[in-house]
């Protein structure tokens, strides 16, 4: 008998958009690394930017992706536990994957003890010094106007007008990310920050684009998932360890 006793974190897949490998090529990676952990994952957790753009219509959702919602479909139904965050890109998750794949959706952070460890988990937008700018838009995307707003809009348009949008962003961050330093890494000074206030065992964000996984403290790590446009990392907890890994079919 299999024994569902890991718990599964990754983020950043970025379905839809193409840079080094197609978004099929990644999405066929997505599926076979789901099919490798549905026999021992307890829960699945996917950290944000799952989807390059995503907004739910009152009857209609984005085009694509029928293999990885299709497979978290079936892990949903063999009782692994879902939870989906919000990340930049695909902030507009409402009811849809809720229902469909009866999945946890999280909007900023989420503390979690697991083993009498605690986890301090999210996307990783917004937070930190800096990027005043990012902060002021992420408040309005996410107001309930701007959201009312654009489900106004016809899908070909609104949804057109957002993939050009996210073109535009893409240009400086397609390529593979650099390693800034631990001092200059603004999710590691928002670690620290947090740890002067309150004790957490471990971080896990996304978003950043670069794996990691640095001691800040006596016990206290900091995992960045990655992404799998390039790397397919991927993060697991097995009750005692949290081991950040990659993924090769
Ligand atoms: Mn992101």
Redesign the pocket.
Known sequence: MSMRDKIYFA??F?LGVAPKATSLDRERQLVSWLDHIKYDAKALFLV??IFDFWFEYSTVVPKGFIRFLGKLAELADLGVEITLFK???DMWMFGYLKEQLNAHIVDNELILQLNGKLFYIH???GLGPGDAKYKFLKAFFRSKVCQWLFAKLHPNLGIGIAQRWSRHSRAANLDEERFLGEDREWLIQYARDLLQKEHFDYFIF????LAYDIKLHENTRIINLGEWMHACTYAVWDGEQLELKKWTP
């Open positions: 983020s950043d970025h944000g930017d990340g930049n890109h996307h990783g937008d996304g978003h950043r684009h």
